[in-house]
C-alpha cells in the first residue's frame, strides 16, 4: 500500500458466488492493493452516454480484507492457487455465504444468474445484507429482480432515506479483468447512493480495467458486446491464425502476430479512427487488402457479426427468467 493508505483500517469486501470472473476482480483488486506501480493513476471513466458520468472523489477507506464464498472445494482449491501471493488477505468459505455477507462491507453477488434465488433467498441474507452495497455482476439480472428477491416483489428501491435495504447496483466486467484490461459496464442508483458508495464502485472496477456508467435500458446490450465480446473477438482471431497456418506460418507465431496486429488496430479505433478509415487506409487499388475484404464481404462476416450481438443481447435479457 501507499504511506496514505497504511492508516485506513480497511473494509471487507465478500464475493458470493466467487468463480472465474470474481476470481479475476479479487486479483485484480489485490494487485492493485498490494502493487502501487500496477494501479492506474486515476479511474478511467468513459463518457459514452449523453449524462456526464458521476464524479468520482478521494475514498476514506479502501478494501483490505477479501472473502470469497464458494460451494465446491475444487473451486476453493482453485481460487486459493490462483491468488497464493494474496493469501494473507484472502479468506475462502465453503457453504458459508451469510457468514460472508454478515462481515462484509461491501458484497459483490458472482454466482451464474440461475442461483441468485438460492443465493440471496436464503434466511437472513437480507438482514445481513441492510445499509450495504451489493453488486451484482450477473448478466441478464435485473435490480428489481434482485431486490425482489430479497425483500418480496413490489418492494420500491429508490428512497434516499429508507436503510433497511441494501444499495444494488449492477456491473458487466470481462474476463481481461485477469490483465486489468477490462472493460467495465456499470449502472447505478446514484441518486440515492452515498458518495462514499459510488466512489468505491468506481474504485472496484476501475482497478481492472476502463469503466463506463450506462442506463440500466442497454446493459444487456453492452452484456453482450462488452461481457460476451472477447470471445467473439477470440473467434477471429482464431479464424485469422488457421488461414496463415493454412498459407505456411507456425501457429505460434500466428498468433502472436496476429493478437499485436488486432490490439494495434484497436489502438488506433480509441485514438480516434473511425474503423472504415482504419480500413480505407490498408486498402490499395487491386492490392492483397481489397481481395481479402470482398472476400468477407461476399461471407456475409459484417451482417454475421451484427447478428451475433443481436442475439446475444436477446439471450443476456432472458438470463434472469430462470430467477
Known amino acids: 500500500m501507499e504511506e496514505g493508505e497504511k492508516m485506513m483500517s480497511g473494509l471487507t469486501l465478500t464475493v458470493l458466488g466467487c468463480g472465474t470472473l470474481g476470481t479475476a476482480i479479487l486479483s485484480g483488486l489485490l494487485s492493485s492493493i498490494s502493487d502501487p506501480k500496477s494501479r492506474r493513476s486515476s479511474p478511467t471513466v468513459l463518457s459514452l452516454d449523453r449524462d456526464s458520468p458521476p464524479e468520482s472523489g478521494s475514498l476514506d477507506e479502501l478494501p483490505t480484507r477479501f472473502i470469497a464464498c464458494v460451494r465446491r472445494t475444487q473451486t476453493a482449491d482453485g481460487i486459493a492457487k490462483a491468488l497464493a501471493v494474496h493469501a494473507d488477505s484472502l479468506t475462502i468459505l465453503r457453504n458459508e455465504n451469510l457468514r460472508g455477507a454478515q462481515v462484509a462491507d461491501v458484497v459483490l453477488l458472482g454466482c451464474p444468474p440461475s442461483g441468485a434465488r438460492d443465493v440471496l433467498g436464503a434466511p437472513g441474507m437480507g438482514d445481513a445484507l441492510r445499509g450495504?452495497?451489493?453488486?451484482?455482476?450477473?448478466?441478464?439480472?435485473?435490480?428489481?429482480?434482485?431486490?425482489?428477491?430479497?425483500?418480496?416483489?413490489g418492494v420500491d428501491g429508490n428512497s434516499d432515506t429508507d436503510d433497511s435495504q441494501c444499495q444494488i447496483v449492477r456491473a458487466m466486467p470481462n474476463t481481461a479483468a485477469f490483465i486489468q484490461e477490462s472493460m467495465t459496464l456499470i449502472t447505478a442508483p446514484t441518486s440515492t447512493m452515498t458518495p462514499s458508495m459510488l466512489n468505491l464502485t468506481t474504485w472496484i472496477f476501475s482497478c481492472i480495467g476502463p469503466i463506463a456508467y450506462i442506463p440500466s435500458s442497454s446493459m444487456d446490450a453492452c452484456t453482450a458486446l462488452c461481457g460476451s465480446g472477447p470471445a467473439f473477438f477470440a473467434m477471429m482471431l482464431e479464424a485469422i491464425v488457421d488461414g496463415a497456418v493454412a498459407m505456411g506460418v507456425r501457429r505460434t507465431d500466428a498468433q502472436v502476430m496476429a493478437a499485436y496486429t488486432m490490439r494495434g488496430t484497436a489502438g488506433l479505433v480509441l485514438a480516434g479512427e473511425h474503423p472504415a478509415v482504419v480500413r480505407e487506409k490498408v486498402t490499395t487499388p487491386g492490392g492483397s487488402t481489397i481481395k481479402g475484404c470482398m472476400l468477407m464481404e461476399e461471407g456475409r462476416v459484417r451482417w454475421t457479426m451484427a447478428n451475433v450481438l443481436r442475439e446475444a443481447t436477446v439471450a443476456a435479457s432472458r438470463l434472469g427468467d430462470t430467477t
Open 132 to 153: 450495504k452495497l451489493l453488486i451484482s455482476i450477473l448478466a441478464g439480472v435485473s435490480a428489481e429482480q434482485i431486490r425482489g428477491i430479497l425483500y418480496g416483489p
